[in-house]
T-cell receptor
Framework: DGGITQSPKYLFRKEGQNVTLSCEQN?????MYWYRQDPGQGLRLIYY???????QKGDIAEGYSVSREKKESFPLTVTSAQKNPTAFYLC??????????????FGQGTRLTVV | AQSVTQLDSQVPVFEEAPVELRCNYS??????LFWYVQYPNQGLQLLLK??????LVKGINGFEAEFNKSQTSFHLRKPSVHISDTAEYFC????????????????FGQGTILTVHP
């Protein structure tokens, strides 16, 4: 079945360490996104990518980095510069230019806790 | 810039009662509108979307929403809720003019927690 796979589901990090969250999709979507979810704040866009080897900052990119070397993969690195990294992280994808309008599809999320 | 306001952070309701979850948005351009549902510790699932055409949109699980352009609202309704509808619901908008990224480059409301009591 097609979908978006995020791993791991739960992740613990010590302060000062970088950590990478994985996101893989087999929907053949061009565009991919990373959102951060905090209680009572909805979801906020961290980074997005419209095409391989290209990505743009979202609303809260500070302390995060991404890469898009393959169409299927869009890993997110939470760096030590992110002051409050404990949150639920959601990856999404959507069809790129051309074709019918469609919605974004979401993965099951990764819960990151800084200990 | 776009913004989305979900007017109720929590909505308690009894089983088989009707429910309305309210959503207002602001934007300087035309938008697409979405409602997503999230169960605890899971991702988001699309309930319904408004792209164009009829302002009354029907989605999955018996939900529907009405787009009101003059009031910039997109309220979600269900005539009779079930225990299994207990979840958090998010209203979201995307810019129609952002090309292929518009479908996933979403601005979300803060979420409404719907709790259905027996």
């Amino acid at each position: 079945d097609g979908g978006i796979t995020q791993s791991p589901k739960y992740l613990f990090r010590k302060e000062g360490q970088n950590v990478t969250l994985s996101c893989e999709q087999n929907l053949n979507h061009d565009a991919m996104y990373w959102y951060r979810q905090d209680p009572g704040q909805g979801l906020r866009l961290i980074y997005y990518s419209q095409i391989v080897n290209d990505f743009q900052k979202g609303d809260i990119a500070e302390g995060y980095s991404v890469s898009r070397e393959k169409k299927e993969s869009f890993p997110l690195t939470v760096t030590s510069a992110q002051k409050n990294p404990t949150a639920f992280y959601l990856c999404a994808s959507s069809r790129g230019t051309g074709g019918a309008v469609t919605e974004a599809f979401f993965g099951q999320g990764t819960r990151l806790t800084v200990v | 810039a776009q913004s989305v306001t979900q007017l109720d952070s929590q909505v308690p309701v009894f089983e088989e009662a009707p429910v309305e979850l309210r959503c207002n948005y602001s934007s300087s351009v035309s938008v697409y509108l979405f409602w997503y549902v999230q169960y605890p510790n899971q991702g988001l699932q699309l309930l319904l979307k408004y792209l164009s055409g009829s302002t009354l949109v029907k989605g999955i699980n018996g939900f529907e929403a009405e787009f009101n352009k003059s009031q910039t609202s997109f309220h979600l309704r269900k005539p009779s809720v079930h225990i299994s509808d207990t979840a958090e619901y998010f209203c979201a908008v995307s810019d129609q003019h952002a090309g292929g990224t518009s479908y996933g480059k979403l601005t979300f409301g803060q979420g409404t927690i719907l709790t259905v009591h027996p």
